[in-house]
């Protein structure tokens, strides 16, 4: 290229095999330093402008690098330089802006609006600043919705009631933002200082620059509009597109930039002519684990071949699904790579911690997370490096281990329902441990404190959180050094340091809130916030651009420089991403009103694969057949691409290579480690650990123990998935509905008298009626707040309890029942004395924990019934013995009371949202009582006894696998159902999948 003229101004289109990244690189590396340095450049991202400045790098030793900007750090920066000054009014962020629209949610009377609303209202008022529209757009909503004549009137009415509630709320919004806060939201002002900088532009007035590229944008936000235009008529900028490709659907976002450019442009040919591309390949892997493994195969291969390791991409279409793998195997392969994929900061060392602190103070407190909080790494670090306690004997992994060792050990002497404050006045803790746990209980302040009957003010609780990031969760130098040398490749490190700056910046954001919002806040709603809002920000960790593999976001990858890229998770729901669903403003309405929609993120997508396709030498699109046991459909780019004869599909046999990949590689003799040697054997503990796992028991982890003796060792070891339960998830519902059956039987929650116990009077023909009233009146004094007016209330008081009523009344009715002290409700496996329920199983004895939902005593027969939300297991394992629950309480009630035998009693499941009674077994000489009360139907064979004794048989036969010289906990997939251990599991592991066929043809035969 011809450096001794200015390149020509204004716009320039390149054809799509153009890599302008590297027309650029060949247009800067011939300037001379002092050219080089009066030139400006606006790229679509960050890291497009690392890499740039890394490849003039290897070029010059020594240079002062041209200004890079995204668009909207350029207009940021410059409309404050050069056209508007300092600003007035300060910036309110994403976060600022959901948590002001959430208190204004709370204090407001809406009908359609609630709580929880907030992110999707600050979308759409974003959309309506990124495309240049205020408030005035409300009536264009309703115009739009007026005309919708095809609609329900009643239809009509709620969209236009939400439609005004919207507007009341946006400009209540509007309102608070500018006089109560003092500043203007991120997109308002941002729309502002771009018209602002357009007409500054116009003029011709003086600039920093020598030259400004625009160079490599796709797509940008109607606010701009004037400024591209201003900019595409300076002789002094540069504005690099590509050509419009041909889409599969809709309209490329490449026409829209053009049509808002409105500028006459010119096409240029590439400098650098690009080797003959290779047809794009497609190829099927069976799981997620082999896709992953065959791309990291292909990376070594391509390697080997001579391609430069910043030459090679890993793409990755959903950080979530394939961050972990991919971090797993990178170490196991031994291949060095810059990973820069987002991580939720949930799964980052710091979001752990905060994460068991939340789970521990929104739930129940068990051991379990008891333990995850007081043997965190960071909780042992910050225990270690108090300077008022000598806490030596912690220091290193050795004594970390043994201290936590001793932590479990106490901590499970106790019943496991002991509140923090409760478990430091536990008798059975030692001295040293019981200053541990007050020392964290006082570290945590008003957070462990009990829940107050009012709240505090928003400053209160950023002062604590402020307080325990910098106690907690804050990373010194000397650990960011040690970090160094464990992790070479720096994605540990990084990570680290992204959720240190996460934090940081969440803090200050709330900080800046508090100022003026004086809404009172309970522990709940701020642990709430927490979890919603921080836990899952995005961190990441961006190495070196030049230095080892390259992993990344498809999105990010449009203009970079590659040689080969594999594309990981090419389906459809990620590559093209499954579209937002709206709530409040459905999208058809937006486009009405003239906003792009969802539709642009497809046409995004849809550029992004065709801008790939035409300027790498070579493609490849991965996908698995199945995901977590949901059969994966390909992306609709494959499909158009087969349908066309560009492609074919090929199915990946990834066992052998993923077997190779994680093996460690032996450099001094060239060799691979045997797979057997390297993975060793799966669920082997030693017999003291087995024996101890064994000799206690509850109805989930014997049901665990029956099914899969891998899924049970996990378990008893602690291992449990890291969750952001919801407020509004099943297990919250099973919770409240389980509480209204309680207080309906007892008229009591734990040492809360709510209600008398039941008794029934009067006509038997008017016990239903009283019993739903009980029931319709206990829940309006036990509905949850977020439960009101939802189609749970409607389930409930329509369905659930109507049935109940009938139920109850029936069989208490034909049992001549009156009241409610018939028998237990929330009954623990204790005897009278206190001492603990044991049952022999073979040659050993076990004890029993758990808590049976209601025993009633009946006219000749005991009746145990165990409620569940909606859905009950199968009969059948429930008669085989495989689903022990009920069967292994009618055991214990025998052993507690000898006076309530297994011939006397009737099991059975009440589904509560579905009103039935499901699956009841009756013993034998409590069959024809059953049959009376309609317990059990009269072709009902099975005993209660024959049930029990096949219980009684699979567990004893699991002890003796087990406790055998050779017993080893492994994966047994013949129920394998879904489970969050299948992350973990290896039972499609190629080494270890044979040992398990044989054992099952063996179990078969």
Not at 31 to 37: A, C, D, I, V
Not at 443 to 469: F, M, N, Q, T
Not at 892 to 920: D, F, K, T
Request: aromatic share 6%; glycine share 8%.
């Amino acid at each position: 290229m011809n450096h001794q003229h200015p390149p020509p101004h204004g716009l320039s289109l390149w054809p799509s095999p153009s890599c302008l990244i590297s027309e650029l690189y060949a247009e800067l590396k011939g300037l001379s330093p002092e050219q080089l340095r009066g030139c400006h450049i606006v790229l679509p991202t960050k890291r497009l402008a690392t890499w740039l400045v890394a490849m003039l790098a290897q070029e010059r030793p020594a240079f002062i690098p041209p200004r890079c900007y995204t668009l909207d750090d350029f207009i940021e920066r410059q409309a404050v330089d050069l056209a508007s000054g300092p600003q007035p009014l300060r910036s309110m962020g994403d976060l600022e802006q959901e948590l002001l629209l959430a208190s204004l949610l709370k204090e407001g009377a809406y009908q359609h609006l609630r709580y929880g609303h907030e992110h999707e209202v600050k979308q759409l008022l974003s959309e309506f600043a990124d495309w240049g529209m205020n408030l005035e757009a409300f009536d264009r909503l309703a115009e739009v919705v007026a005309h919708n004549i095809y609609l329900s009137e009643g239809s009509l009415d709620t969209l236009s009631q939400r439609l005004d509630e919207l507007r009341h709320l946006a400009t209540r919004f509007a309102q608070s933002v500018q006089d109560e806060h003092g500043a203007e939201t991120s997109e308002r002002r941002l729309a502002r200082l771009s018209n602002s900088l357009a007409s500054y532009l116009a003029s011709q007035q003086p600039v920093p620059w020598r030259q400004l590229y625009v160079v490599g944008l796709s797509s940008a936000q109607g606010c701009h509009q004037a400024l591209l235009h201003a900019l595409a008529r300076r002789e002094d900028t540069c504005l690099w597109l590509s050509t419009v490709p041909e889409l599969h659907t809709g309209k490329s976002p490449l026409e829209w930039l053009l049509t808002m450019i409105d500028a006459p442009g010119t096409l240029r040919q590439p400098t650098v002519v690009r080797a003959t591309p290779q047809p794009l390949q497609v190829r099927r892997a069976d799981t997620v684990l082999a896709e992953v493994a065959h791309a990291l195969t292909l990376s070594q291969q391509a390697l080997a071949g001579g391609v430069a390791p910043s030459g090679i991409a890993i793409l990755v279409t959903n950080d979530v699904t394939y961050g972990k793998p991919l971090r797993a195997m990178l170490k196991g392969a031994q291949l060095a790579a810059n990973v820069a994929l987002a991580t939720p900061l949930a799964e980052t060392l710091p979001g752990t911690w905060l994460s068991s602190v939340i789970q521990l103070l929104l739930g129940d407190q068990t051991v379990a997370r008891t333990l995850a909080l007081l043997t965190h790494p960071l909780t042992l670090r910050w225990w270690r490096l108090m300077p008022e306690q000598a806490n030596a004997e912690i220091a290193g992994t050795a004594g970390a281990v043994e201290w936590s060792s001793r932590l479990s050990r106490e901590l499970c002497k106790g019943d496991g329902s002991e509140s923090l404050q409760e478990l430091i006045r536990a008798k059975h803790l030692s001295a040293e441990v019981r200053a541990y746990l007050s020392a964290v209980v006082t570290a945590l302040g008003c957070w462990a404190e009990r829940p107050l009957p009012h709240g505090r003010e928003l400053a209160d609780w950023v002062g604590v959180l402020s307080v325990l990031v910098q106690d907690f969760l804050s990373v010194d130098d000397a650990e960011q050094s040690q970090t160094k040398l464990d992790d070479p490749g720096g994605v540990g490190r990084g990570l680290m340091t992204s959720a240190a700056e996460t934090l940081g910046e969440f803090c200050q954001a709330l900080g800046a809130l508090s100022l003026r919002l004086r809404t009172a806040l309970t522990r709940r709603e701020f642990l709430q916030i927490l979890r919603d809002k921080l836990l899952l920000a995005p961190v990441r960790s961006v190495g070196h651009p030049l230095r080892g593999i390259q992993i990344l976001s498809v999105a990010e990858a449009r203009y970079v420089p590659f040689d080969v890229a594999f594309v990981l998770g090419a389906s459809e729901g990620d590559f093209p991403r499954a579209l937002p669903r709206d709530y409040l403003v459905d999208n058809y309405l937006k486009t009405k009103i003239g906003l792009p929609g969802w539709q642009l993120l497809e046409a995004i997508e849809d550029t992004t694969f065709h801008l790939l396709c035409a300027r790498l030498p070579a493609m490849v699109l991965l996908y698995p057949a199945n995901r977590g046991g949901d059969a994966v459909v390909r992306s609709r780019f494959i499909e158009a691409a087969i349908a066309l004869g560009q492609t074919r599909e090929y199915a990946v046999n990834a066992d052998t290579e993923w077997t190779l990949l994680l093996a460690p590689q032996r450099h001094d003799r060239g060799q691979t480690a045997p797979a057997g040697h390297r993975l060793g054997n799966q669920g082997v503990v030693s017999n003291e650990q087995t024996e101890r796992f064994l000799s206690h028991q509850s109805a989930s982890s014997l049901a665990y123990l029956l099914a899969c003796p891998y899924r049970f060792l996990l378990h008893r070891l602690g291992v449990h998935p890291v969750e952001l339960p919801q407020e509004d998830d099943a297990r919250h519902e099973g919770n409240w509905l389980h509480v209204v059956l309680e207080v309906f039987f007892t008229g009591r929650h734990k040492e809360q008298h709510l209600d008398a116990p039941l008794t029934f009077t009067g006509p038997k023909d008017t016990w239903a009626g009283q019993a739903l009233a009980r029931l319709n009146t206990l829940t309006d004094r036990l509905l949850p707040a977020a439960a009101a007016d939802s189609p749970l209330e409607l389930q409930v008081r329509q369905r659930a309890w109507p049935d109940f009523a009938t139920h109850i009344a029936g069989i208490y009715g034909a049992a001549e029942v009156t009241g409610g002290s018939s028998g237990e409700r929330e009954q623990r496996l204790v005897h009278a004395d206190g001492t603990a329920v044991r049952l022999q199983v073979g040659d050993r004895s076990v004890v029993l924990t758990g808590t049976i939902d209601s025993v009633d005593q009946l006219a000749g027969l005991q009746l145990i019934t165990d409620y569940k939300r909606r859905f009950v297991p199968r009969r059948s394992a429930v008669k085989e013995g495989l689903v022990p629950q009920l069967l292994l309480y009618a055991k214990a009630l025998e052993q507690m009371h000898p006076e309530r035998r297994l011939a006397h009693s009737v099991v059975g499941y009440w589904s509560i949202l579905g009103g039935q009674w499901l699956n009841s077994i009756a013993g034998s000489e409590a069959q024809e009582q059953a049959r009376r009360l309609k317990l059990v139907g009269g072709r009902d064979k099975t005993t209660l006894e024959d049930a029990t004794q096949s219980l009684m048989n699979h567990w004893t036969s699991r002890h003796t696998a087990l406790l055998a010289p050779l017993g080893s906990f492994t994966p047994e997939p013949r129920d394998c159902q879904m489970c969050h251990y299948a992350g973990v599991c290896r039972k499609d592991d190629p080494e270890f999948a044979p040992r398990m066929a044989r054992s099952l043809r063996g179990a078969n035969s």
